[in-house]
């Protein structure tokens, strides 16, 4: 049995590029270290860092030939580049069976399984449902109704294809001892082509994670679903948020391994919520201090837990065991609205606490925050009031997002009811192009307001504390968030002056080398 894992070409995020960073895709190196120890062939290809176009990747899978070709998207932005893996997989060695994973597929299984390329959807975590089906798949009368964690169109029981019958089977628990999952199989990628920036997440830039999931519901987000514990009741899915974690002994492990074998010294944490358990920062701080590991990391990170950590003596700590780079999802300046969004967990009073603490005594310690806009009472005056809570708290970086309602949610069934989506081209998905407008405000006015947000951030003062600050993880951040702040507003001032030109500058960036 062989296995072949992928991440898709794919266009660049708005403003990055191959100088900026590519990262390593989480999700594939946790199934490879799961499909390997259970004996498994496995490879992975990263068609990013490798700049594999479709045409090289088909020639890829004709040579290695796999039984099996796996893609996991969690973004809706880059759902069309991994099921177009499938077509060509289909293509290039029409023997092997194609599995789906990730958010967005675990959350559109009907119009996925639609796609007479895609066999396989694995759903929520993948790593024992994967493994399961490989072995399955080996048998000589295959039951995959025996697998949890599964759906596939009934052609594959040997059903009329054009039925449109859908096959879910139960649930496959969640991993509750993370320890117990092989080491992610970071040797499986070229991991000398990954954090090759000069500037963002530098130097030597590489992804990990310590925990799943998250303890909030928040309305528009698709993470916690994706980790969510799952029971099938009358054929729906029924979710409980839930969060797990690695050991902080086997976390550090990971990280002197990304250390010492790849030399990746900046490490971005992807956890939904870093620093949910204060038992678990404490220790895992302890240990990176213990063993003197000289690195810069980052965390998502929830406002209220950052204050409670301050406050035990925990936070100091964490800075001094490498901790350089916040990030806390500040959303809105209306507690109301935030409440709206299933975010009740903290207020603006309790971010404006953890952004002062970070700015009093942690100056080491880049400050970036998420603002959410476009919402459904969105007007010019809320628009203020969001930039003005975004001045006040003296960020580093600022970032303007508008309200994307991603497949899955309950932001997005609520959308579809009330036909508030005016384009379903899952492309455009991309958190920088609004894809619906507020009441008072139409699409286009949202994407200005974005700008106009972000330019009333940038100062004089605020350029020169970045720039001439000493510490050097702060600086690199600022001289790369100057250089994309300066393209988007050039950017967005000559789409003002020339009518005529096209909308491009939140549109996804197709590399040159895509088709090849």
């Not at 289909?90 to 597929?105: C, D, I, N, S």
Request: net charge positive; aromatic share 10%; proline share 5%.
């Amino acid at each position: 049995m062989k296995l072949l894992l992928v991440h898709a070409p794919r266009p660049y995020w708005p403003f990055l590029h191959e100088q900026d960073n590519y990262l390593v895709p989480q999700s594939l190196v946790c199934l490879a270290g799961a499909t390997r120890a259970a004996g498994i062939e496995t490879r992975i290809l990263d068609c990013m860092p490798l700049k594999m176009g479709f045409r090289s990747l088909s020639r890829a899978i004709t040579d290695f030939r796999p039984d099996v070709v796996g893609v996991g998207e969690n973004h809706a932005m880059f759902a069309a580049q991994a099921r177009r893996v499938c077509a060509v997989a289909k293509q290039a060695w029409p023997r092997a069976r194609t599995v789906l994973g990730g958010a967005h597929f675990t959350n559109t299984i009907d119009e996925t399984l639609r796609d007479a390329n895609v066999d396989f959807i694995v759903l929520g975590e993948g790593e024992r449902t994967l493994v399961n089906l490989l072995r399955e798949l080996q048998q000589d009368h295959p039951a995959y109704t025996r697998v949890r964690g599964l759906a596939f169109h009934a052609r594959q029981l040997g059903d009329d294809p054009a039925s449109a019958r859908v096959v879910l089977t139960e649930p496959e628990p969640l991993v509750e001892d993370l320890d117990s999952l092989p080491e992610p199989a970071y040797d499986l990628l070229p991991m000398h082509l990954y954090g090759r920036s000069k500037y963002l997440f530098s130097p030597g830039g590489t992804t990990i994670a310590h925990g799943r999931g998250c303890s909030g519901r928040c309305s528009f987000c698709a993470f916690w679903i994706q980790m969510a514990e799952r029971k099938l009741v009358d054929g729906k899915f029924v979710l409980q948020a839930r969060w797990r974690t690695k050991s902080p002994g086997r976390t550090v492990d990971e990280v002197q391994r990304l250390l010492r074998d790849y030399g990746k010294q900046s490490l971005v944490f992807v956890d939904d919520s870093f620093n949910l358990d204060q038992k678990w920062n404490d220790a895992f701080a302890d240990e990176m201090l213990r063993r003197r590991l000289r690195t810069n990391w980052f965390g998502f990170m929830r406002a209220d837990c950052l204050v409670r950590d301050e406050k035990a003596g925990v936070l100091d700590k964490m800075v001094r065991a490498g901790l350089r780079h916040v990030c806390i999802g500040i959303e809105r300046a209306d507690d109301t609205e935030l409440a709206g969004f299933n975010k009740r967990f903290y207020s603006t009073a309790t971010t404006r606490e953890a952004f002062a603490t970070l700015r009093r005594r942690y100056p080491q310690v880049f400050r970036q925050g998420t603002f959410i806009v476009g919402v459904r009472a969105e007007t010019r005056e809320s628009l203020r009031a969001v930039t003005a809570l975004a001045q006040s708290l003296g960020l580093d970086f600022p970032a303007f997002h508008p309200l994307t309602p991603v497949p899955g949610t309950a932001l997005y069934e609520e959308a579809l009811r009330e036909g508030w989506l005016e384009t379903h081209d899952f492309s455009q998905f991309d958190w920088s192009t609004p894809v619906m407008p507020s009441r008072y405000l139409s699409r286009d006015e949202i994407e200005v307001a974005m700008d106009d947000a972000t330019r009333a951030c940038m100062s004089l003062p605020w350029l020169l504390r970045g720039l001439l600050q000493r510490h050097g993880y702060s600086r690199r951040m600022y001289i790369w968030w100057v250089y994309v702040a300066i393209k988007v507003a050039m950017t967005s001032l000559w789409q003002r002056l020339n009518p005529l030109s096209p909308r491009t500058y939140h549109r996804l960036i197709t590399p040159l080398w895509y088709e090849s």
